[in-house]
């Protein structure tokens, strides 16, 4: 099974790959992935040379609202990401597969 759930596309990200030199990207994966599955899945997948690995759990966020029934209040589940950067030269194309 794929440690790789889905590449975050922000307009932060997007940023950061305007830059010039290495560039970055950001991926949500599972909770229990290591950096070196995570290199090693991103490598065999987009077939780039991935030089660092950071990664991070981001909490849920409290939601609350108030409904016909009463207020309602909950969380949404919290995720790991992580924040892979490129060998100089290198990018992913996201939406090359778009038609």
Known sequence: ???LKKPIISEKM???NERPGN???AFRVDLDAAKPQIKNEIEAMYEVH???VRTMVVM???RS???RAGFISGKSSN???AIVTLAPGEEIDFYKNIQ
Do not use: D, P
Request: net charge positive.
């Open 1 to 3: 099974m794929s440690v």
């Open 14 to 16: 997007a940023l950061k």
């Open 23 to 25: 560039k970055q990207y």
């Open 50 to 52: 991935v030089k660092t």
């Open 60 to 62: 849920g966020k409290k």
């Open 65 to 67: 609202r108030y409904t």
């Open 79 to 81: 995720f790991k990401k």
